[in-house]
């Protein structure tokens, strides 16, 4: 009879931790609608990992290695999806709101710095900067290429602050903007952006961001993979998967294979939650630093910016854009800045991608 | 004693490291950014240029004056031969 109960006495109490932070994360993909796609598998994966003598370590820790510890292919290949699902048009028709993007990427060297001085290793510094870059896959390619202690943590906290960005980002908009900046009204002229500019974009953008910041290309080379199979028009279908089928199917196996990660010896432990507070802090100096910029190009342009536009300039991916565009409504409800907003938003994800390539480069 | 000193000496070092990442990092990221935006604005503005001629008035191809071309030259060589014949 023994065996009946020799599981059960083996159970830890950071083990009870790891399944009702697993349940926590069931609660808020299911309940609140908070990046299910990936908190839900992820919730799931932390209870299945953490049954003492599991069985399913096995198929995990396979998945693992086979899809994130091995070249990081399951982020990449997703990243084909996401640069299918973007169109850059509203940023080429205002290239100008690329700035955002590259501003609002101060966060996660900020992070960094204070993570280093936390007393964690460069490496995990590194890898908890990047969370800033408020892109899962970025997030998962440079803390599993510098080797961090932390890739579970990292990731739990990567994805739900994600799904946390309309609440945070409001609030620090409320925070440092006034009333009457968040009145400004921005013109969209949807200036034609031809068929031929689309098409070179993405190949531009490799060349000229691996010719700077070759470790980029990984991340950067698969996003415009993606976007360059959608914008060929000769490739719908294979553009259709991308987007569809592929990002779905890789999604799936990402959260469930994270969840690997997510041990409750490796979890449970001050730093997951220093690396919670930090993480907030990174997405807190992104938005900061995007509204930032926005205001000080404001003291010299004709025409003044809403400093919500730098705020989307984080690759939260619409979701921030979404956000800008709702409380410029609030406060005007003629006040449309959404496709502004979007044309920051993607410049984030190409600026996210080139930091996470960055900081590979200069930290490993 | 020495191991506190040991640790504030390897926070030092590594917030040292961060300051040169944040640097180099931010600069890099501007730099790419400054070379897209001029790089998408030079093809803009190429585009732009491009439509002018072609709605400017008497404004052909580059195909048409390659077939202008070759049926000058074409007319060139018929000439040519009937004068041959002629003498």
């Known amino acids: 009879m023994e065996f009946l109960y020799e599981t059960v006495a083996a159970v830890t109490w950071q083990q009870i931790v790891m399944w009702i932070i697993g349940a926590t994360l069931i609660f808020l993909a299911i309940k609140k609608d908070m990046e299910p796609a990936l908190l839900l598998p992820m919730g799931f994966g932390a209870i299945l990992i953490n049954i003492p003598f599991s069985g399913a370590e096995g198929v995990m820790s396979s998945l693992f290695k086979i899809g994130i510890e091995m070249n990081e292919i399951m982020p990449l290949i997703l990243f084909i999806g996401i640069g299918a699902m973007i169109d850059f048009g509203p940023l080429l028709a205002n290239p100008k709101l690329f700035l955002f993007g590259g501003a609002a990427q101060f966060g996660i060297f900020l992070t960094i710095l204070l993570a280093a001085a936390c007393g964690f290793g460069i490496e995990d510094a590194a890898s908890i900067g990047i969370i800033g870059a408020a892109d899962g896959p970025t997030s998962i390619v440079v803390a599993q290429t510098l080797n961090s202690n932390y890739v579970g943590p990292i990731m739990v906290v990567a994805y739900s602050y994600m799904a946390l960005v309309p609440i945070i980002q409001p609030a620090v908009i409320k925070l440092t903007t006034t009333k009457k900046e968040r009145l400004i009204r921005m013109d969209y002229k949807p200036g034609a952006v031809s068929k031929r500019t689309k098409i070179l974009f993405p190949i531009l953008v490799t060349v000229v961001s691996g010719l700077i910041a070759p470790a980029s290309l990984s991340l950067v080379g698969m996003l415009m993979f993606g976007n360059l199979i959608r914008e060929c028009g000769v490739l719908d279908y294979l553009g259709d998967t991308a987007k569809n089928v592929l990002a779905n199917l890789v999604t799936l196996f990402l959260g469930i294979t994270i969840a690997f990660t997510m041990k409750a010896e490796n979890f449970v432990t001050v730093q997951t939650l220093m690396i919670m507070g930090l993480g907030l802090c990174a997405f807190v100096f992104d938005t900061f630093s995007g509204i930032m910029l926005a205001k000080v190009i404001n003291l010299f342009a004709k025409q003044k910016i809403n400093p919500m536009i730098g705020a989307a300039g984080i690759s939260a991916f619409p979701m921030s854009a979404r956000i800008v565009q709702k409380m410029g409504i609030k406060e005007d409800p003629t006040n449309h800045l959404l496709m502004h907003a979007v044309g920051a938003n993607v410049s984030g994800q190409i600026a996210s991608a080139i930091a996470g390539g960055l900081i590979i480069g200069l930290v490993g | ?87």
């Open chain 2, 1 to 87: 004693m020495k191991y506190i000193f040991s640790a504030t000496c390897a926070v030092k070092a590594n917030v040292l490291k961060s300051l040169e990442i944040t640097g180099y990092g931010m600069l890099a990221i501007f730099i790419v950014i400054a070379v897209l935006i001029l790089l998408v604005k030079l093809m803009q503005y190429s585009e732009k240029i491009a439509e002018k001629r072609k709605s400017a008035e008497g404004y052909k191809s580059f195909k048409e004056r390659a077939a202008e071309k070759s049926e000058k030259k074409r007319g060139r060589k018929e000439i040519g031969e009937s004068d041959d014949e002629n003498n």
